[in-house]
Nanobody, 113 residues
Framework: QVQLVESGGGLVQPGGSLRLSCAAS????????MGWYRQAPGKQRELVAT??????NYADSVKGRFTISRDNAKNMVYLQMNSLKPEDTAVYYC????????WGQGTQVTVSS
């Protein structure tokens, strides 16, 4: 059973930056396409970034501002978020793409002045 633990969220002003981390257990992590998802209040969870062994993809809403990366030796996935906007406020989760693993607790990101 793979477990996912997200961290790194917080309160940041518009234009600021945060780096989210996701720690995953399990032996097959390096084989997974991993993604970062977010869910804003009253909205459906959406996929914002994915990373395979060789490439990364982004939702249009975060392209050019967010960067996903991974460290397979440490079973970690990261999301560097720059130029944050109030509309980026959400709980952020990591999971496989498609999301077939159990969800972690997520990490809250709040962008507000």
């Amino acid at each position: 059973q793979v477990q996912l633990v997200e961290s790194g969220g917080g309160l940041v002003q518009p234009g600021g930056s945060l780096r989210l981390s996701c720690a995953a257990s399990g032996s097959f992590f390096r084989l997974y396409v991993m993604g970062w998802y977010r869910q804003a209040p009253g909205k459906q969870r959406e996929l914002v970034a994915t990373i395979s062994r060789s490439s990364a993809n982004y939702a249009d809403s975060v392209k050019g501002r967010f960067t996903i990366s991974r460290d397979n030796a440490k079973n970690m996935v990261y999301l560097q978020m720059n130029s944050l906007k109030p509309e980026d406020t959400a709980v952020y989760y990591c999971n496989r793409d498609p999301a077939t693993l159990g969800w972690g607790q997520g990490t809250q990101v709040t962008v507000s002045s």
